[in-house]
């Protein structure tokens, strides 16, 4: 079955409308409740969906795609409803699964192939958007072998390459870095990049390796145990967590002068050790307000330089108070 233009823009795909929208949603197993009231809005670019094992990521993704049914809340992907338009969404985005479902003896090509074809394209357009994505992904003459003599790695990016065949417009990754060496990781995770940025695709990403995330995404959604801990853009986060670390010379106090001229001013700022003073780092206007007092104080402003908080320390941080909508 093809999906027409009209099909594909999808009703709630005007400018700015998210990507994907939950509202209290939420999903009990008999023993455990996966997903606790979660709410929150998930537009375009790449979304870092991080969380520890057990969290959630993968109960969500399912029932965005209409795998499995919610047990109370809504949630839409690209507008549709999950609940009764699972098979549209279906059609509009790629799913690259955590574990290993891929048919041994087949190979890669023949797999993309087929798929194309499930997903509506005819046979020749499916062996030509094989051929691309299969080349996008890395996987050269190796294509044509059987996939049970695959390593991780090219097991990974076959996974990826039949998420992409049918030119969906949002792809869920899970997990998509699992089981790879460090050199494979970054290969990988730079082409879950690439897919956002040069073909356009919305991605949802998850990890439960937090500090992988924060490199490629956009927005980094943050879930534990079932709930929504953060969400916000990824330069927002790491800006509002940052200090500035200063160094001051002049005065035998230069520290303890800068940081009480910071706090008149409205900034958290700690003294340390005679010359260092480490400054709640706000936004670039944090840099400029340093300067302008250490100049006003007769101080000389050795250095300044930025800690960013790792996406690592929300778990530390977090709280149901520190929730900021993406
Ligand atoms: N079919 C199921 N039946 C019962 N419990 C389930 C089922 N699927 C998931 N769970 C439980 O729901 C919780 C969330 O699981 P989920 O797989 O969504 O987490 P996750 O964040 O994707 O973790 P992981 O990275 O380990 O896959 C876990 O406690 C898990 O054991």
């Known amino acids: 079955m093809g999906v027409s233009v009209e099909d594909r823009a999808g009703p709630g795909s005007g400018h700015g409308a998210p990507v994907i929208r939950t ?7 008999p023993r455990v409740t996966a997903l606790d009231g979660l709410t929150v809005d998930i537009g375009g670019g790449v979304t870092g969906l991080v969380g520890a094992n057990g969290a959630g990521k993968s109960t969500l993704i399912k029932i965005l ?6 047990t109370s809340g809504t949630a839409q992907v ?17 799913y690259m699964p955590e574990h290993d479902c891929l048919p041994a003896d087949v190979s890669a090509s023949d797999l993309t192939v087929h798929l194309g074809q499930m997903s509506g394209l005819p046979y020749p357009a499916a062996r030509e958007r094989a051929a691309d994505v299969l080349r996008h992904v890395g996987l050269a003459e190796e294509r044509y072998r059987p996939i049970g ?21 949002l792809v869920l990754l899970d997990e998509p870095t699992n089981g790879l060496d460090p050199s494979s990781r970054d290969d990988m995770l730079a082409l879950v990049r690439r897919i956002g940025t ?27 145990s079932g709930r929504l801990l953060r969400a916000s853009a990824t330069t927002e986060f790491l800006h509002r967590t940052g200090t500035l670390l200063v160094e001051v010379q002049g005065k035998p106090d230069a ?5 009480q001229a910071l706090l008149d001013a409205g900034v958290r700022a700690t003294p340390a050790d005679g010359r260092m003073v480490e400054v709640e780092l706000r936004d670039d206007a944090t840099h400029d307000l340093v300067r302008d007092l250490a100049v006003d104080l007769g ?28």
């Open 198 to 224: 040069d073909f356009g695709i919305a991605v949802l990403v998850t990890s439960h390796l937090l500090g992988e995330l924060e490199r490629i995404s956009d927005h980094v959604v943050v879930l534990d």
């Open 149 to 169: 003599g695959y390593s991780t790695g090219m097991k990974q990016r076959a996974k990826l390459a039949q998420a992409l065949v049918h030119d969906p417009r």
């Open 65 to 70: 795609l209409g795998l499995i049914p919610a």
């Open 255 to 259: 520290d303890r002068l800068l940081g």
């Open 23 to 29: 509202g209290a949603l939420t999903k009990t197993y």
């Open 78 to 94: 690209l507008g549709y409803d999950v609940a009764r338009d699972g098979g549209r969404i279906r059609s509009l985005v790629g």
């Open 299 to 326: 101080l000389g402003l050795v250095r300044m330089q930025e800690r960013h908080h790792r996406i690592e320390d929300v778990f530390r941080e977090g709280g149901a108070g520190s929730v900021h909508p993406v």
